[in-house]
């Protein structure tokens, strides 16, 4: 992010200019990148968001999610276990990602 800051011309004012992505902001935006079907960006930006405490295990389920979804049944698992480890609560939250990520794109698609 900060390499694409660096190329914004000074003559753009700094309240203009794109801030840098917090954890809250790359776990929403990768939620949105999943449901939308965009698959690696929405892997990279929820990787991003594990790397803070409080949005680990979210982040941790949503991946979980994509990585079955994908085929990936051994990483699937292992990010369950560590989002269940880290929030109990998550293990409840898997089953209704997993659906809406399988549903809603077809959804999408039917309905362009």
Same mark, same amino acid.
């Given at each position: ?45 929820? *990787? $991003?968001?594990?790397?803070?405490? &409080? =949005?680990?295990? !979210?982040?941790?389920?949503? @991946?979980? +999610? ?25 293990? *409840? $939250?898997?089953?209704?990602?997993? &659906? =809406?990520?399988? !549903?809603?794109?077809?959804? @999408?698609? +039917?309905?362009?």
């Amino acid at each position: 992010m900060k390499q694409k800051r660096s190329t914004i011309p000074a003559s753009v004012p700094e309240p203009y200019r794109m801030p840098e992505v917090t954890p809250a902001v790359a776990l929403y935006a990768g939620k949105a990148a999943a449901m939308l079907g965009q698959t690696e960006p929405a892997k990279t930006l929820l *990787e $991003q968001a594990a790397a803070d405490k &409080k =949005a680990r295990a !979210e982040a941790w389920t949503w @991946l979980g +999610a994509l990585h079955e979804i994908a085929g990936d049944k051994t990483g699937a698992e292992d990010l369950k276990n560590k989002a269940k480890q880290a929030d109990p609560a998550s293990a *409840e $939250q898997y089953s209704q990602i997993f &659906k =809406a990520l399988t !549903e809603v794109p077809k959804k @999408l698609q +039917a309905n362009p």
